[in-house]
């Protein structure tokens, strides 16, 4: 029998009715993309608490009247408080069984859905936003390198000039984000169209005559070397223009003040 407090909306668990141990935590929700050769982007987008769940024990000559309780709050689905020992959720109780076996012994089993952890609340969603955006940029500008596309780098570098102008994206002027926007557009379009050549010439490159037998073994190895170049480009183009229109998402989001 677990000797810590233990209180979900307004029933407080004793006793029997505690469980010998309360499992927390959680995982981080990720967007992860793979690409060839390794590369991959992971996109971060903030805690995804794992359900609470225990089982107890109802007895006393309560029990019934405990059960009710505990099911009518299962049935109405409102948002109610968890506390135990130093930790504190909203929570919605998902499922709630008992298992009936005399008026005054009922054991159960419960299940919570986390809404918001209070001791630990979510980060400032302006700092998380600014943050992501700055994130999109660093990646954005590691795909210009790796791209080493004169037109591209171009298009971007001015994208960073904008941003510089700015002493926070989330806090830019409407006119500053408007252009802020439109040059994000020529960038991506640019990367769009890298990405685009590099999957044609991967097209042209990649059919079984240039690979069948009887093709010369140089020709052959000139193929597979340019495929190589090909796919790296490929890569770095969709890596770009993908970071490119999550970065004109969150603009346009901070525009509209959604």
């Not at 995804?48 to 109405?76: H, V």
């Amino acid at each position: 029998m677990a000797d810590f407090p233990l209180l979900l909306g307004d029933v407080q668990f004793a006793d029997f009715e505690i469980p010998d141990s309360i499992k927390g935590g959680g995982a981080q929700a990720l967007d992860i993309k793979r690409y060839g050769g390794g590369l991959r982007t992971v996109d971060a987008f903030g805690p995804d608490d794992a359900p609470i769940s225990w089982s107890g024990m109802f007895l006393d000559d309560t029990a019934e009247s405990r059960c009710q309780q505990l099911d009518a709050m299962r049935r109405a689905g409102s948002q109610v408080q968890l506390s135990y020992g130093s930790f504190n959720y909203a929570v919605v109780i998902s499922r709630f069984e008992w298992d009936y076996q005399k008026f005054y012994q009922i054991p159960y089993s419960i299940t919570l859905e986390v809404v918001q952890d209070n001791v630990q609340p979510a980060t400032d969603q302006g700092d998380s936003l600014e943050s992501d955006m700055q994130g999109d940029l660093d990646d954005s500008s590691a795909y210009s390198d790796a791209l080493d596309d004169p037109d591209f780098t171009g298009d971007l570098g001015t994208v960073f000039s904008d941003v510089q102008g700015m002493s926070s994206i989330t806090g830019g002027s409407v006119p500053g984000l408007t252009q802020l926007l439109s040059d994000i557009g020529v960038a991506g379009g640019r990367a769009s169209d890298l990405e685009s050549a590099a999957d044609t010439a991967m097209d042209q490159l990649g059919v079984p005559a240039n690979f069948a037998s009887g093709v010369d073994p140089l020709a052959m190895a000139n193929s597979l070397s340019s495929m190589s170049g090909s796919s790296f480009e490929l890569c770095n183009s969709f890596g770009a223009a993908n970071s490119l229109t999550k970065l004109s998402k969150s603009v346009a989001s901070v525009l509209t003040g959604g």
